[in-house]
């Protein structure tokens, strides 16, 4: 079964900073994809950025960029320039055919912005 | 229309009542999902539908009883639950279940108390 570990419970951020969210994850699959979803007070879910393991190119998408390690299995989160409208949860997930193309989703990460 | 949309957004019922949760896309999205969300945690998958018809039910109990009437209707009828039943109720669509390029569109939810 695969497994997404999220280590980091809170993270606190001062307006317009950089913060980077941990993620890691466990699989034996070689074709996968990595998704960051936010989740702010509002509590629908936001796709904020995915990644194709085939692709060695880390995804962007605006201030969000991600560090993708595939040999580590690390998808780690940058949110550039924080703003006050990132506050929310963040939650890192593995979609593969082996696990019925289920999101798998881990614990999260509540961020915090500091104005 | 890019959204999915869930009726009604709160939700306090009785042991004995009966109920329905309600989730809408006009996305043109095959697969429908239902997830439970408890505060703090990540969305836990409850149900998939598949071009209208269920395909996975991951052991939930008799008192959720999921329904697809169409191809952007999903609902999700509720009978005699328990208070631990209470949390957020979420629903989301796919393109279809088997790629795995998608993400999930997701709805606000429905925050469903039972007293």
């Known amino acids: 079964a695969q497994t997404v570990t999220q280590s980091q419970p809170e993270m606190s951020v001062q307006e317009a900073e950089t913060v980077t969210l941990s993620c890691t994850y466990d699989?034996?699959?070689?074709?996968?994809?990595l998704f960051w979803y936010k989740q702010p007070p509002s509590r629908q879910m936001i796709l904020v950025i995915r990644?194709?393991?085939?692709?060695?190119q880390n995804a962007t998408e605006n201030r969000f960029s991600v560090n993708f390690q595939k040999a580590a299995k690390s998808f780690s989160l940058k949110i550039s320039d924080s703003q006050l409208g990132d506050a929310a949860m963040y939650f890192c997930?593995?979609?593969?055919?082996?696990?019925?193309?289920?999101?798998?989703f881990g614990a999260g990460t509540t961020v915090t912005v500091r104005a | 229309d890019t959204e999915v949309t869930q009726t009604p957004k709160h939700l306090v019922m009785g042991m004995t009542n009966k109920k329905s949760l309600k989730c809408e896309q006009h996305m043109g999205h095959r697969a429908m999902y239902w997830y439970k969300q408890k505060a703090k945690k990540p969305p836990e998958l409850m149900f998939v539908y598949s071009y209208e018809k269920l395909s996975i039910n991951e052991s939930v109990p008799s008192r959720f009883s999921p329904e697809c009437p169409n191809s952007s209707l999903l609902n999700l009828h509720l009978h005699a639950l328990q208070p631990e039943d209470s949390a957020l109720y979420l629903c989301?669509?796919?393109?279809?279940?088997?790629?795995?390029?998608?993400?999930?569109?997701f709805g606000s939810g429905t925050r469903l108390t039972v007293v």
């Open positions: 997930a593995y979609r593969s055919r082996s696990n019925d193309y289920k999101l798998s």
């Open positions: 990644q194709e393991a085939y692709k060695q």
């Open positions: 699989t034996s699959e070689s074709d996968y994809y």
């Open positions: 989301a669509s796919s393109p279809q279940t088997v790629s795995l390029r998608y993400g999930y569109t």
